[in-house]
């Protein structure tokens, strides 16, 4: 039997694994495994796959700057098992440590694995990671519930929370924090009138994309091709930077299928009207429900 133990100190504030510009996730480690001679690497991939089962339930913590999570495997045993096939075998116990930074909150939850591979240092990665994803639903639980007692039951707290996400462009982490918020009616026009918002930055994030893409298909004068992919059109808010473009390429669109006689797709037809009436609420709101 051995005693030794791992500590992996997981800065949870830091590690945006989930961002547009980094998919790679920031490790911060302090690896200590007493008399074994084995490679980070494993700790590392062990990491990745934890926040890849768990990334619907973390990432929004992960931009709070109020969480800490430690991850602390100890070693329960680690034996050689001599027969036809030798290999070691490894029993972990691992503590999931979360603090609020903010009001020095802790909470805990105590995790077992098993593994067994022909090296130690393998079967110690295997056990670690059967600790770790072996109880889904209880290690998403535990860090859904600390994540939202950190905040208080009113609005404030959690649309202050997902303005900081939206500033950082942290689009998709800010609507999951809108989805947790308290459903009660005080909260309800506030979150509604975020989430529009956070809808619109991401649209204005991706407009230029979308036209590019409708401005090379329209250049083919390939009417079937154009008529398949004109609810892009819809695909942007009237206050996106490129909605003078997507007007523009409407009324060439419309000059195309004039010239060969042919119907206007319906999505044409219905942007024309918002444009020909300065209908921008209606444009709004057809954007929304597209």
Avoid at 127 to 136: D, G, H, I, M, R
Avoid at 245 to 257: D, M, P, R, T, Y
């Amino acid at each position: 039997m051995f005693n030794r133990i791992l500590t992996i100190l997981l800065l949870a504030l830091s590690l945006p694994f989930l961002s547009a510009q980094d998919s790679s996730p920031v490790l911060v480690l302090n690896l200590e495994i007493e008399g074994i001679e084995c490679n980070k690497r494993f700790v590392q991939e062990a990491y990745n796959k934890f926040a890849s089962v768990y990334k619907d339930v973390v990432f929004a913590a992960q931009e709070s700057d109020l969480h800490q999570l430690n991850i602390i495997p100890e070693i329960k045993s680690s034996n050689l098992l001599e027969g036809i096939d030798t290999y070691h075998y490894v029993e972990m116990n691992i503590t999931l440590n979360l603090q609020n930074l903010k009001t020095s909150t802790k909470k805990e939850l105590h995790l077992k694995g098993v593994g067994k591979y022909k090296n130690e240092c393998g079967a110690i990665r295997k056990a670690y990671l059967n600790a770790l994803t072996s109880s889904k639903s209880d290690v998403k639980s535990f860090i859904t519930d600390f994540y939202q007692s950190s905040f208080s039951n009113d609005c404030e707290s959690f649309v202050e929370e997902a303005k900081v996400l939206n500033q950082k462009q942290r689009y998709r982490e800010a609507l999951i924090l809108m989805y947790k918020a308290p459903k009660n009616e005080e909260c309800s026009t506030e979150i509604n009138q975020l989430t529009e918002d956070i809808h619109l930055n991401i649209a204005k994030a991706s407009c230029e994309k979308e036209i590019h893409a409708l401005t090379l298909i329209v250049n083919t004068k390939d009417l079937y091709q154009i008529r398949k992919n004109t609810y892009k059109l819809l695909r942007i808010p009237p206050d996106a930077p490129c909605a003078e473009e997507a007007i523009n390429l409407s009324k060439e669109i419309g000059k195309l299928f004039e010239v060969e006689n042919q119907k206007l797709p319906k999505e044409v037809s219905e942007f024309n009207v918002f444009i020909e009436n300065q209908n921008r609420d209606g444009w709004r709101d057809r954007y929304l429900r597209s």
